[in-house]
Nanobody, 117 residues
Framework: QVQLVESGGGLVQAGGSLRLSCAAS????????TGWFRQAPGKEREFVAAMIWSGGSTYYADSVKGRFTISRGNAKDTVYLQMNRLKPEDMAVYHCATGRAESFDYWGQGNQVTVSS
């Protein structure tokens, strides 16, 4: 089992920045990738960004490309999502997720990001 603990959400004005953290613990060896997803009220969950642990390749949803950056922290098994130039449409509950293959099998509890216009 893998446990994911997220932190860093909150309230920010449009145009501002926030950084989300996702710390993994438990059986973290051989994890394939860690990603961030978000879900706004009344909408389906959508992919935001992901990083492949081996090699560090990253990929992003078009809606956040150039504004959000996913990165690995110095602490083992920690992933960050730096969110810049936030827009009201970025407001959602953000979850990190990870897994050992193509699927995301483990999920964090979610962190609210609120962007005021």
């Amino acid at each position: 089992q893998v446990q994911l603990v997220e932190s860093g959400g909150g309230l920010v004005q449009a145009g501002g920045s926030l950084r989300l953290s996702c710390a993994a613990s438990g059986r973290t060896s051989s994890l394939f990738r860690t990603g961030w997803f978000r879900q706004a009220p009344g909408k389906e969950r959508e992919f935001v960004a992901a990083m492949i642990w081996s090699g560090g390749s990253t990929y992003y949803a078009d809606s956040v490309k150039g504004r959000f950056t996913i990165s690995r922290g110095n602490a083992k098994d920690t992933v960050y999502l730096q969110m810049n130039r936030l827009k009201p449409e970025d407001m959602a509950v953000y979850h990190c997720a990870t897994g050992r293959a193509e699927s995301f099998d483990y999920w964090g509890q979610g962190n609210q990001v609120t962007v005021s216009s």
